[in-house]
């Protein structure tokens, strides 16, 4: 699984970018984290960490505004077995890290993951798999994630009813760019059913396209 900036500004009441959406996105990311706990899937997060009170990359308001409240995690997404590498933009990675933790964090100036050293070495790296995807600022760095995870062979599956589009006018055509690139849309409760049902699951999601359902 990977999230993208899971964090209070966006999903929390009181929030800098808290929307009449959030709750319901961040009810169903946590039912993903504790699928994801159950079933021992390992997990990639994001967090941005900005340097000033200025609109930030995400919203025409400050958020994420390192040291504030607002650019923490939410509850129930951190994992027992968890590591941050914090805001280093350094390849450097521990051996075997996700034999290790079940999940690592990064933490980032920029929306894109893969231009942070560590995350683009880690994802880069890993044998073809299958993410399931959830998160905020679908027009940043949900699609970079996509596109990227794309280009380096791997499946990708977005949880629709876990993502934020956070009212950006660019979030559409984000969403069309994904699907282009063969990006499977399910909502959570699809995503269990699937898991439930079979060791191989994105085989199943591969072959049914379907229209997502818009979240905010």
């Not at 290790?100 to 231009?115: C, G, I, M, P, S």
């Not at 690139?181 to 399910?186: F, G, H, S, W, Y």
């Not at 191989?200 to 049914?208: D, E, K, L, M």
Request: hydrophobic letters at 40%; aromatic letters at 6%; one cysteine or more.
């Amino acid at each position: 699984m990977l999230d993208i900036e899971l964090q209070r500004d966006f999903f929390s009441p009181g929030g800098a970018c808290f929307s009449e959406h959030s709750l319901a996105a961040g009810k169903n990311v946590r039912r993903l984290f504790r699928w994801a706990r159950r079933r021992g899937i390992p997990v990639l997060s994001t967090m941005l960490r900005l340097k000033s009170g200025r609109p930030g990359p995400l919203a025409d308001v400050p958020h994420c505004v390192e040291g504030t409240p607002g650019e923490k995690r939410i509850s129930g997404a951190l994992l027992a077995r968890h590591i941050d590498l914090g805001i280093r933009n350094s390849t450097d990675l521990l051996p075997e890290i996700f034999e290790n933790y079940q999940q690592v964090l990064f933490e980032k100036r920029h929306t894109d993951v893969f231009a942070h050293a560590g995350a683009e070495r880690l994802l880069t790296e890993l044998h073809p798999e299958t993410f399931v995807i959830c998160g905020a600022g679908t027009a940043h760095g949900i699609v970079q994630a996509v596109l990227g995870l794309r280009h380096r062979q791997h499946n990708v599956v977005l949880a629709t009813d876990a993502i934020l589009d956070l009212d950006d006018g660019d979030a559409e055509m984000a969403w069309l760019r994904m699907l282009a690139k063969r990006a499977v849309p399910l909502t959570t409760d699809e995503i269990l059913a699937a898991s439930r049902r079979s060791r191989s699951p994105h085989r199943q999601w591969r072959a049914r396209p379907r229209d997502r359902a818009m979240t905010g």
